[in-house]
């Protein structure tokens, strides 16, 4: 019988941490930890993102050029051209679409709207080759200032697939001027459902100059049409 005074005991698997099962639950502990907040930031991210593409709206810009014309002599305006008085004429005009906002456009309408007296309103390519593009009757209630004068209108309209953000989009149209025309207003109108909630549409007005092809070079002559 051993006495009790000398009896020794010793445990050899009672450092603290040092069992392996406390270990492995610690490191499985560690683990679900880490991709649980990697998954809540993970989804944060993502919720962000989902809000950024919620409130991303189109903003449309739209410019308009004129084509196969002579520019204005001593005259810095991009919508002065030169034609002699009295001449009638056909103008192509260039319509430049571009999205400086956020979101990429779905369907775009696009609308042009001009004197009612121009001689001929229609869509066409880019050196002036009439498109048969339907587009619903011409009148409208709209007015234009020509000057100091208001006068009736009439339109075209077409659509676009799409307007992205990184590339702009070109339409043509074409209108014939009266040769005692020396003012020819045109406002164009784009409409898309990715714009802001309070915008119903993007509009631009703009004004041709028709200058006289010889000096003094301001404005043609309208003889008596007041």
């Known amino acids: 019988m051993i006495p009790l005074a000398t009896l020794h005991v010793y445990c050899t698997n009672c450092g603290g941490g ?10 499985v502990a560690v683990v679900a930890t880490i991709c649980a907040v990697v998954a809540l930031a993970r ?15 189109a903003a449309l810009r739209v410019t308009l050029t004129p084509l196969n014309s002579t ?9 002065a051209i030169m034609a002699p008085s009295g001449l009638g004429f056909e103008q192509t005009f260039q319509i ?5 906002g956020d979101s990429a456009a779905g369907p775009t309408t696009i609308n042009v709207l001009v004197p009612f007296d121009v001689t001929k309103l229609c869509w ?8 048969n593009i339907p587009s619903g009757p011409p009148h409208t209630s709209e007015t234009l200032t020509r000057g100091a004068q208001e006068v ?8 676009l697939s799409r307007v992205s953000t990184r590339t702009p989009q070109l339409q043509f149209f074409k209108v014939g001027v009266a040769g005692d025309v020396n003012r020819l207003p045109i406002r164009i109108k784009a409409d898309c459902d990715e ?32």
Not at 18 to 24: A, E, M, N, Y
Not at 43 to 57: D, G, Q, V, W, Y
Not at 71 to 79: K, R
Not at 96 to 100: E, L, P, T, V, Y
Request: charged share 30%.
């Open 96 to 100: 430049g679409i571009s999205n400086d």
């Open 18 to 27: 040092t069992d392996p099962i406390t270990l492995l639950s610690l490191g």
């Open 195 to 226: 714009l802001p909630d309070d915008q119903a549409e993007t509009i631009e007005n703009f004004e041709l100059m028709i200058h006289s092809n010889t000096p003094p070079y301001g404005l043609r002559d309208r003889g008596s049409v007041p």
């Open 43 to 57: 989804s944060r991210s993502e919720h962000r993102e989902f809000l950024k593409r919620l409130r991303a709206r």
């Open 124 to 131: 066409c390519d880019g050196i002036g080759r009439e498109l």
């Open 71 to 79: 520019p204005a002599a001593d005259s810095e305006e991009p919508l």
């Open 152 to 159: 009736s209108s009439r339109w075209i309209a077409t659509e």
